[in-house]
T-cell receptor, first 112, second 114 residues
């Protein structure tokens, strides 16, 4: 039973365009959400997070949107760059529960 | 180093053997986590340490898996009687205080059980 779902295994976009990565969750106890980026043979690196008290958080080219009623969040990358090509994981935690539950990831390819 | 360090980076072993994987967290980080990432999956939680004690080991798949952190810094994940299904990348992460928020991950130890 996957509590965090990333339904698109892969996404390909052109350099300079917007990349939108989606994530759905089922556990209503989740109240903190994170996106991690992972290059091959490296560990995941933190990208951006959002608390459930917000519906948007922005950091440079990266913006995360949270729709609590739909249990859906998305990561927008604008403009996309070839160096953004990586696997992106959505993760969630709930209440005093420190454990992160990860989705399966989406492989983003940004073509020059 | 400044980041989370994991050794070995690669380990190939035979079914039934014993394996130890080591994690050296970021200095000063009291919280340490082990995750396992199988092919095509996201990282899955195994165990969480706050200081020297295992605060939650509910993710350990069975009693062949054990982890220690005797001095509240370096941690060792121990796998007895390895099975082919144990093949995965074992990721260690640390954070300053624990609780929800950013975890800093190491590069992982890739375990292959033949």
């Amino acid at each position: 039973d996957q509590q965090v779902k990333q339904n698109s295994p892969s996404l390909s976009v052109q350099e300079g365009r917007i990349s939108i990565l989606n994530c759905d969750y089922t556990n209503s106890m989740f109240d903190y959400f994170l996106w991690y980026k992972k290059y091959p043979a490296e560990g995941p690196t933190f990208l951006i997070s959002i608390s459930s008290i917000k519906d948007k958080n922005e950091d440079g080219r990266f913006t995360v949107f949270l729709n609590k009623s739909a249990k859906h969040l998305s990561l927008h990358i604008v403009p996309s760059q070839p160096g953004d090509s990586a696997v992106y994981f959505c993760a969630a935690s709930g209440g005093s529960n420190y454990k992160l539950t990860f989705g399966k990831g989406t492989l983003l390819t940004v073509n020059p | 180093g400044a980041g989370v360090s994991q050794t070995p980076s690669n380990k190939v072993t035979e079914k039934g053997k014993y394996v130890e994987l080591r994690c050296d967290p970021i200095s000063g980080h009291t919280a340490l986590y082990w995750y396992r990432q199988s092919l095509g999956q996201g990282p899955e939680f195994l165990i969480y340490f706050q200081g020297t004690g295992a605060a939650d080991d509910s993710g350990l798949p069975n009693d062949r898996f054990f982890a220690v952190r005797p001095e509240g810094s370096v941690s060792t994940l121990k796998i007895q009687r390895t099975e082919r299904g144990d093949s995965a990348v074992y990721l260690c992460a640390s954070s300053l205080m624990g609780g929800p928020g950013e975890l800093f991950f190491g590069e992982g130890s890739r375990l292959t059980v033949l």
